[in-house]
C-alpha cells in the first residue's frame, strides 16, 4: 500500500519542517539585534529580511497545520476500519439458526444487540467519512437485518413442518404449503447472503479509499 509511505514521509516532512523554523527563528532573532545595534541601509535590509522570514514562517505553520489535520482523520479512519473489521467477524459468525428464545436470553445470539452496534458504528462513521460512506453503511444494516429476519422466519417454518403431525393436522395450511414455504425461504436466504457479503466487501474497499484519497500530499 504505496499510500501508508506518504503518511510516514509526511510525518517526517512535518519534523523537518518545525526544524526549520526554529532555525528561522533564531537567524530572524540574531537580525533583530543587529538592527537594534546598527542604523542606516543595514537596518531597513534587516528588516526586509525579517518580514521574509516571518512570512515564510507563518505559511509553514499553516502547511504543518494541514498535515496535522490530515494525519489526525488518517488515524481515525483506520480506527474506523479496523472496527469495521471487528463488527464484520461478528456478523459472519454470528448464529442465525438461533431460536427466537434463545436469542433474546443469551446476548451473544440477540441480533438486535449486534444491529444497535452498527448503527451506533454508522452514526460515528458520519462524522468521520461522510454522507455517502453513512447512507452505504445503513444500506449494509438494512440488509443485514433482513437476512437475520429470513432465518428466523426460516427457522420458524422448518419447525412447524417438523412438528406438523402432532400439531398441524387438519390445519388451513397444506403439509406441500409449508414445504414451498420453506423451499422459498431458503432461495431468498441464498441470494440475500450473497448480496449481503458482496455489500460488507464493497464498504471494506469504500473505507480503503477514503482513506487513501485522505493521503497527505
Not at 453513512?134 to 417454518?157: F, G, P, S
Request: glycine share 4%; proline share 2%.
Amino acid at each position: 500500500m504505496p499510500w501508508m509511505f506518504d503518511y510516514v514521509d509526511s510525518m517526517l516532512v512535518n519534523h523537518i519542517i518545525q526544524q526549520q523554523n526554529v532555525m528561522l527563528s533564531q537567524i530572524a532573532s540574531y537580525l533583530q539585534s543587529m538592527v537594534n545595534d546598527h542604523s542606516g541601509l543595514w537596518s531597513f535590509w534587516a528588516s526586509v529580511i525579517i518580514g521574509l522570514i516571518a512570512l515564510w514562517t507563518s505559511f509553514q505553520q499553516n502547511e504543518i497545520s494541514k498535515k496535522q489535520h490530515n494525519l489526525e482523520l488518517f488515524d481515525k479512519r483506520w480506527a474506523l476500519l479496523e472496527e469495521l473489521r471487528i463488527l464484520g467477524n461478528e456478523y459472519f459468525y454470528f448464529p442465525h439458526s438461533a431460536t427466537p428464545k434463545e436469542g433474546m436470553n443469551d446476548p451473544d445470539k440477540n441480533y438486535y444487540l449486534l444491529d444497535n452496534k452498527l448503527k451506533l458504528f454508522n452514526n460515528k462513521s458520519f462524522v468521520i467519512m461522510g454522507k455517502k460512506t453513512y447512507d452505504e453503511l445503513e444500506n449494509l444494516r438494512q440488509k443485514c437485518m433482513e437476512y437475520h429476519q429470513l432465518q428466523m422466519e426460516y427457522w420458524q417454518v422448518k419447525s412447524k413442518l417438523e412438528m406438523w403431525d402432532a400439531i398441524y393436522t387438519g390445519g388451513t395450511e397444506s403439509k406441500e404449503d409449508i414445504q414451498q414455504q420453506k423451499t422459498n425461504l431458503a432461495h431468498k436466504i441464498s441470494e440475500t447472503q450473497i448480496i449481503t457479503y458482496s455489500l460488507w466487501d464493497d464498504i471494506h474497499k469504500t473505507f480503503l479509499q477514503q482513506i487513501q484519497d485522505k493521503k497527505i500530499e
